[in-house]
Nanobody, 121 residues
Framework: QVQLVESGGGLVQAGGSLRLSCAASGSIVSINDMGWYRQAPGKQRELVAAIPGGGSTKYADSVKGRFTISRDNAKNTVYLQMNSLKPEDTAVYHC???????????????WGKGTLVTVSS
């Protein structure tokens, strides 16, 4: 089994910054895509940022220029640096990873339980 554990959420004032981390653990052979989704109350889940195993990153238009996604492959960890936060960034942020486990032949998607980010005005 694979576990993804997020950290770094919290309460911040508008204009402030937070850095989210998500570490994957378990019987991992390889990780392809990693990224972050968020879901605000009463809204659909949306992709915030994604970083493939190789290639360019992807961002939601609403966070371009403010958020930066990165990863440390040696640590199986993905990060989301969030700057210039706005109240509309308030949501539960979930990380995901597309993982190939030992004894498996296909990559599977795994999700973290989420970390709450609250931005006050």
């Amino acid at each position: 089994q694979v576990q993804l554990v997020e950290s770094g959420g919290g309460l911040v004032q508008a204009g402030g910054s937070l850095r989210l981390s998500c570490a994957a653990s378990g019987s991992i052979v390889s990780i392809n895509d990693m990224g972050w989704y968020r879901q605000a109350p009463g809204k659909q889940r949306e992709l915030v940022a994604a970083i493939p195993g190789g290639g360019s990153t992807k961002y939601a238009d609403s966070v371009k220029g403010r958020f930066t996604i990165s990863r440390d492959n040696a640590k199986n960890t993905v990060y989301l640096q969030m700057n210039s936060l706005k109240p509309e960034d308030t949501a539960v942020y979930h990380c995901y990873a597309r993982v190939l486990m030992m004894l498996q032949t296909k990559f599977m998607d795994y999700w973290g339980k989420g970390t709450l980010v609250t931005v006050s005005s």
